[in-house]
């Protein structure tokens, strides 16, 4: 069976820190992997998604960046944090070709102070 | 990719059906339309999703109207454990991105 992980569960970064959060997903070969961000009490929105090793998707422009270094890992990072980063950071992944059934992680909180 | 209404909040007795409605009138002939479920502060959970047919598994039934403009999700037994934030979601096979809006919580009362 396929299993995703996150981490670090939760995390207090102060303004202008790196950030680096990572996602790992066992099981399967080839997924395609997200990541989205959900503000308190707002939808999830897509930031990154991809397809493949260095084949990566930016939906929306800011100061966050993806990387995918091995066919199941998946990285967010940041250079430097600001207040509006906080929120709760989730990868999922889903079969090569099925795009929509997605699998999410237990996630990531973090607050930027 | 084409947009879904749902009701902000329901409420359901535990033992009993409860019947989540969701509009998506603009939807395309090649969308399906996908249930997800969030639990405070986890992740989504992928429920069922359909094209045309009505669908059930294990957690639920998915009823599609015959024109397609809007579904249902039946939790045919609900429990305090179904309390959760439930998305209806509609995109094609093909496409990488579920634009997700602020689904409805529903809250399962003893």
């Known amino acids: 069976s396929q299993t995703i992980h996150q981490w670090p569960a939760t995390l207090v970064q102060p303004v202008g820190s790196p950030l680096s959060l990572e996602c790992t997903v066992e099981g399967t070969s080839n997924p395609n992997l997200y990541w989205y961000r959900q503000a308190a009490g707002r939808g999830l929105q897509l930031l990154f998604y991809?397809?493949?090793?260095?084949?990566i998707s930016s939906e929306v422009p800011q100061n966050l960046s993806a990387s995918r270094p091995q066919d199941r890992q998946f990285i967010l990072s940041s250079k430097k944090l600001l207040l509006s980063d906080s929120g709760f950071y989730l990868c999922?992944?889903?079969?090569?070709?099925?795009?929509?059934?997605?699998?999410f992680g237990p996630g990531t909180r973090l607050t930027v102070l | 990719d084409a947009k879904t209404t749902q009701p902000t909040s329901m409420d359901c007795a535990e033992g009993r059906a409860a019947n989540l409605p969701c509009n998506h009138s603009t939807i395309s002939g090649n969308e399906y339309v996908y249930w997800y479920r969030q639990i405070h502060s986890q992740g989504p959970q992928y429920i069922i999703h359909?094209?045309?047919?009505?669908e059930t598994n294990e957690m639920a039934s998915l009823i599609i109207t015959e024109d397609r403009k809007s579904s249902t999700l039946i939790l045919p037994h609900a429990t305090l454990r179904d309390t959760a934030v439930y998305y209806c979601?509609?995109?094609?096979?093909?496409?990488?991105?579920?634009?997700w809006g602020l689904g409805t919580s529903l809250g399962v009362n003893p």
């Open positions: 359909g094209l045309k047919n009505n």
């Open positions: 979601i509609v995109g094609a096979g093909n496409n990488r991105k579920l634009i």
């Open positions: 999922a992944w889903s079969f090569w070709g099925g795009y929509n059934e997605q699998f």
């Open positions: 991809s397809i493949g090793i260095d084949q």
